[in-house]
C-alpha cells in the first residue's frame, strides 16, 4: 500500500513537472517570437531604400542577392541546425541578424547593402525551419503534434500584437529618419539571445540521432520528402507560387500606397506614419487570425482554406490594375492571412516528415522558395520600371491564378482534410 501511494506520488510530480517542463518552453518560445521585430522597418523598408538612390530594379537585385543566398545556404544551415540543435541554430541566426540591422542603418551604397543582405539571408538561414522543428519535438515529447498549429498560431499571434506597437513606432521613426527603424528593431531583435539560451532541446531531437545526420542521408531525407505523393504538388502550390507572389506583395506594398494614399487625400508627409498604422492593422488582423489557427485548421480545414486562398489573392491583385484605391483592401487582405497561411503549411508538412532531419527537410523547402521567387523578383523589377508596381503585381496575381488551375488539374496539393498523416501515407 505504502509503495503504491509512494510510486503514485512520485508519478505525480514527474507529471506535474513535466507540464511545468512544457509550460516554461512554451513560454519562452512565445517571448522568443515577441523579439522577431520585423515590423518596426517593415512599413519604411523600400521607402529607405529608394531614399538611398536605388530604382526597383536594383531592390530586385537585392532581394535576388538575398534570395540567392538562401539558395546556397538553406540546405547546409538546415543541415546544421539538425547537427549543432535547433536552439543554437536559432541562437547563430538571431546574432548575425541583430548585427545586420545595424549595418543597413547606416548603409549607404548597393554594394554595402548587397554584402548586408547576404548575411541577412544567412541569419534568417540559421532560423529557417529551427523554430518549427524545435516546436513540433516538443509538441512530439508530450503526444501532442495536432496542437502545432494551434501553439505555432499563438505564438505568431504574440509576434503580430508586438508589431502592432512596433508598426507604429517605426512609421513615427521614419518620418523623422528612415534608418532609425532599422536600428531600434536590432536592440529589440537583440532581447531574443538570452531567450534563446533558457530554452532547452527537445527530448525527441536528442533521441533521434539527428546530431549525426550524414550529408548523404540529409540529400536521401530532403530527396524523399519533395517526391513524398501527398507533398509534391503541395510544394508547388504553397512553396512555389503562392510563396513567390506573396513576396512581391510585400515588396510593393509601400511604394503602391505611397502613389495610392496621396490620390485619396492624404498629405504626402503623413504618408510614412499612416503606412505604420496600415502595418498595424495588418498586424492586428493577422494576430487574429494566428491566434486561431487551430480553430481554422479544424473548423475549415487545410484543403479548403488552400483551394480558396490562392485565387482570392490572385483575383484581388489584378482587380488593382484597374482599381488602384482597392490596394487598401487587398493588401490588408493578402498580407493578413500570409502567417495563418504559412502556420498551416508547416503542419501540412511538419505531419508528413520525420524528426530525423526535419529542419534540414523545412529549410529545403524555403530554399525551393527562394529559388523560384527570383525570376518573379527580377522581372517583377523591370516590369515596375517600365510600366508601375500596378501592373507587376496583376500580373503576378494572373501567374498565381493560371498556376494554381495547372496544379489543381494535375492533382490535389492537399489530399487529407486535416493535414493529418494517414496509415496509407
Known amino acids: 500500500m505504502c509503495n503504491r501511494l509512494r510510486r503514485t506520488v512520485s508519478g505525480r510530480w514527474y507529471l506535474r513537472l513535466f ?195 550524414g550529408l548523404r542521408e540529409a540529400v536521401g531525407v530532403i530527396s524523399e520528402t519533395l517526391s513524398h505523393p501527398r507533398l509534391r504538388s503541395f510544394v508547388v502550390y504553397y512553396f512555389v507560387l503562392f510563396s513567390a507572389v506573396s513576396y512581391l506583395v510585400f515588396m510593393y506594398v509601400q511604394p503602391i500606397l505611397e502613389t495610392v494614399l496621396p490620390q485619396v487625400g492624404i498629405p504626402q508627409g503623413e504618408v510614412e506614419p499612416l503606412l505604420g498604422w496600415f502595418y498595424a492593422a495588418v498586424s492586428l488582423l493577422s494576430a487574429g487570425l494566428s491566434y486561431h489557427t487551430g480553430t481554422i485548421r479544424d473548423r475549415i480545414g487545410l484543403r479548403r482554406w488552400f483551394l480558396v486562398i490562392p485565387f482570392v489573392v490572385g483575383i484581388g491583385l489584378v482587380a488593382l490594375w484597374m482599381m488602384p484605391v482597392l490596394a487598401i483592401p487587398a493588401f490588408l487582405f493578402a498580407r493578413g492571412i500570409s502567417e495563418t497561411t504559412r502556420s498551416l503549411a508547416s503542419q501540412y508538412v511538419n505531419d508528413r516528415i520525420d524528426t530525423l532531419g526535419r529542419a534540414t527537410v523545412l529549410s529545403s523547402l524555403a530554399m525551393v522558395s527562394s529559388v523560384t521567387v527570383i525570376p518573379f523578383q527580377l522581372g517583377s523589377g523591370v516590369i515596375s520600371d517600365v510600366t508601375s508596381p500596378l501592373t507587376a503585381l496583376a500580373v503576378a496575381g494572373g501567374v498565381l491564378i493560371i498556376g494554381s488551375f495547372i496544379v489543381l488539374a494535375w492533382e490535389s496539393p492537399v489530399k487529407s482534410v486535416t493535414g493529418r498523416r494517414t496509415e496509407a501515407e
Request: proline letters at 3%; aromatic letters at 12%; a negative charge.
Open 19 to 213: 507540464v511545468w517542463d512544457l509550460s516554461r518552453n512554451i513560454g519562452l518560445y512565445y517571448a522568443y517570437k515577441a523579439t522577431k521585430a520585423v515590423e518596426f522597418y517593415r512599413p519604411i523598408m523600400y521607402l529607405y531604400f529608394l531614399s538611398l538612390g536605388l530604382n526597383f530594379t536594383a531592390i530586385a537585385l537585392l532581394e535576388g542577392v538575398y534570395n540567392v543566398t538562401t539558395v546556397l545556404g538553406e540546405v547546409p544551415t538546415g543541415y546544421v541546425g539538425d547537427r549543432i540543435g535547433r536552439r543554437n541554430s536559432l541562437l547563430v541566426g538571431t546574432v548575425i541578424i541583430t548585427v545586420t540591422l545595424v549595418g543597413i542603418g547606416f548603409a549607404e551604397t548597393l554594394l554595402e547593402l548587397s554584402v548586408l543582405y547576404a548575411c541577412w539571408s544567412m541569419g534568417y538561414n540559421f532560423r529557417s525551419g529551427s523554430d518549427d522543428a524545435w516546436l513540433y519535438d516538443t509538441l512530439t515529447d508530450e503526444l501532442s503534434t495536432d496542437q502545432f498549429a494551434h501553439i505555432r498560431g499563438r505564438g505568431q499571434s504574440v509576434a503580430l500584437l508586438v508589431g502592432v506597437v512596433g508598426s507604429v513606432a517605426g512609421g513615427y521613426l521614419g518620418n523623422i529618419d528612415l534608418s532609425y527603424p532599422f536600428l531600434v528593431a536590432s536592440g529589440v531583435a537583440g532581447t531574443g539571445i538570452p531567450i534563446l539560451l533558457s530554452l532547452e532541446e527537445p527530448t525527441s531531437y536528442e533521441e533521434s540521432d539527428a546530431d549525426e545526420l
